[in-house]
């Protein structure tokens, strides 16, 4: 798709700040789903946000016996899932997780086929080019070469999206847990290899966005979280944090996007947000090194909360980014938590 799209146009007064939220791996059992979830919804929507965006995992990675709430990759999880996104007042962006998509092989979820079930997520959030919410806002939609691969061959990447809000681009990409669909019940490297070329292509025509628009920053969001160094061996890939090559047993699934993406960033030299999700510990940080080891200032990673060891609503809470062109970081982190989902220390 050209650049001469929707969400291309920075707004009137695009320096003027504002806030967004992030949130995602949620929910994963009855009680988030039902009491942590929508407190989760109204503490946001109590809030003047621009929007809103989940990076993924509608549910836990298998299924519940018992559950009185959609924990299968069936239908019915997509659409509580539609209901969430559609009760929040700002726009809600989504990006899919690998525990609504590439794990729904594993048996426990119903044993779907992970590219079907990708499809299905296209039709339901990602047919058209708006957001969800209550408020829409018009996106740019992955389209055009590279495609990726859907159940009946090669289809448009349409769940990555891009738009320009003020003066910063911000685009979701599909990028997954589970070795990005390299590992787990039914490997699937002719469909990761499709898309990862997209995911690449993408990332690229969004910085060459960004530096067209002159945009002060750009914030990247995903689900997957890479690994990018040694130092989390309980949370997520390890790698060489220079060389970027993965140094676990596992397929790597990440090393071709991260050496695109860390080039860009270099390039771009203003500040770069990579949210992501997956490990489920909410942490904003600076992991990402160059190849010789020194450490890239502009660039900040941001974890979101997620599920804690499926602890009722311990960790059903957001992130609250302040947004303000102006300012020389532009980013600025809040994790927020919802009164009425502390379960450890009570509200004073």
């Known amino acids: 798709m050209g650049l001469a799209n929707a969400g291309e146009r920075e707004e009137n007064n695009g320096n003027q700040p504002y806030a967004i939220g992030l949130w995602g791996d949620l929910p994963y059992n009855d009680v988030q789903a039902t009491i942590g979830v929508p407190n989760l919804i109204a503490d946001m929507n109590a809030q003047n946000l ?13 299924s519940t016996p018992g559950s009185v709430t959609p924990t299968t990759c069936a239908d019915a999880l997509y659409t509580q899932a539609l209901g969430y996104f559609n009760a929040l007042k700002s726009p809600a962006i989504f990006t899919p997780g690998d525990n609504d998509w590439t794990d729904c ?7 779907f086929n992970s590219r079907e079930r990708l499809d299905r997520e296209r039709q339901i959030f990602f047919s058209t080019r708006f957001s969800l919410g209550q408020r829409k806002l018009a996106q740019e939609v992955q389209t055009q070469a590279p ?28 990028i997954q847990g589970s070795c990005n669909n390299l590992c787990d019940t039914a490997p699937d490297p ?10 690449i292509a993408w990332l690229k025509e969004t910085f060459q966005a960004a530096k067209a628009r002159n945009s002060v920053a750009v914030m990247l969001i995903s689900q997957g979280n890479p690994g990018w160094d040694l130092s989390d061996p309980t949370r997520a890939p390890l790698r060489d944090p220079k060389t970027l090559v993965e140094t676990d047993a596992n397929p790597d ?15 771009f030299r203003r500040p770069v947000a990579y949210v992501h999700g997956d490990s489920h510990y909410y942490r904003v940080d600076k992991p990402f090194l160059d190849a010789q ?9 941001v974890e979101t909360f997620g599920n804690n060891a499926a602890n009722g ?10 947004v303000n062109p102006r300012t020389r970081e532009v980013f600025s982190y809040q994790p927020q938590t919802v009164p009425n989902n502390r379960v450890t220390v009570p509200v004073p």
């Open 50 to 62: 621009a929007f809103t965006a989940h990076n993924g995992d509608l549910k836990a990675g298998n």
């Open 105 to 111: 092989d594993r048996p426990s979820n119903g044993g």
């Open 147 to 174: 495609l990726c691969l859907g159940l009946g061959g090669p289809v448009p990447c349409v769940e990555n999206r891009r738009w320009t809000l003020g003066r910063v681009t911000y685009a979701t990409l599909n």
């Open 190 to 199: 002719q469909e990761y290899a499709a898309r990862n070329a997209a995911n």
């Open 253 to 267: 699934g990440y090393k071709d996007f991260l050496l695109a993406l860390r080039a860009e960033v270099i390039a």
């Open 293 to 301: 080891g020194r450490r890239l200032e502009n660039f900040t990673r």
């Open 313 to 322: 609503n311990n960790d059903v809470q957001w992130v609250k980014v302040m």
